[in-house]
Nanobody
Framework: QVQLVESGGGLVQAGGSLRLSCAAS????????MGWYRQAPGKQRELVAA???????KYADFEQGRFTISRDTSKNTVFLELNSPKPEDTAVYSC?????????WGKGTLVTVSS
């Protein structure tokens, strides 16, 4: 079972920057895909970005180059950097691991973008 712990959320001004972290209990190189999702109030959860064990990266269309997913394999941690966030990026951001046919989720971290 993979445990995921997110951190780094909080209040950020529009146009600022924020980095989220997701620490995994297992080697992220053994996990098929690690991803960041978000859910805004009243909306469905949506994919923000994902990175495969091989390093392949996928971004959602809405992020328009403002978000960057990266990883530190020595710390089994995946990051999501929000650059120039907008108020509509306010959401709970959750980390996901797709591992051996099962999905695992962290508890999420709230990001609030003020205008």
């Amino acid at each position: 079972q993979v445990q995921l712990v997110e951190s780094g959320g909080g209040l950020v001004q529009a146009g600022g920057s924020l980095r989220l972290s997701c620490a995994a209990s297992e080697s992220i190189l053994s996990i098929n895909t690690m991803g960041w999702y978000r859910q805004a109030p009243g909306k469905q959860r949506e994919l923000v970005a994902a990175i495969s064990a091989g390093g392949g990266i996928k971004y959602a269309d809405f992020e328009q180059g403002r978000f960057t997913i990266s990883r530190d394999t020595s710390k089994n941690t995946v990051f999501l950097e929000l650059n120039s966030p907008k108020p509509e990026d306010t959401a709970v951001y959750s980390c996901n691991a797709d591992h051996l046919g099962r999905e695992y989720w962290g508890k999420g971290t709230l990001v609030t973008v003020s205008s």
